[in-house]
């Protein structure tokens, strides 16, 4: 059973940065794709990249540009690099994996003055 955690969220300044980790545990994740969502406010969960196991990223398209996604196979450990940080994207982050579909907790991120 694959335990997913995330961490790296919270309070940043509009235009700043943070970088999410998710470290998985309990699995082969390296095999297998991963992904990053959030949840803002009033909104449902959306998607936020992909990551395939050899590091092919994919982007919502409103998000590339100012997102990176990452991986590193050895620590287990996803990430996501949010520059240019806007308020709308104050919300929960979380990260998942495809293989068993399981869900991290989330880590809040916060972008305000």
């Known amino acids: 059973q694959v335990r997913l955690v995330e961490s790296g969220g919270g309070l940043v300044q509009p235009g700043g940065s943070l970088r999410l980790s998710c470290a998985a545990d309990g699995s082969d994740s390296r095999w297998y794709s991963m992904g990053w969502y959030r949840q803002t406010s009033g909104k449902q969960r959306e998607w936020v990249a992909d990551i395939s196991s050899g590091g092919e990223p994919k982007y919502a398209p409103s998000l590339k540009g100012r997102f990176t996604i990452s991986r590193d196979n050895d620590k287990d450990t996803m990430y996501l690099q949010m520059n240019s940080l806007k308020p709308e994207d104050t919300g929960v982050y979380y990260c998942?994996?495809?293989?068993?579909?399981?869900w991290g907790q989330g880590t809040l991120v916060t972008v305000s003055s």
């Open positions: 998942r994996e495809y293989y068993t579909h399981n």
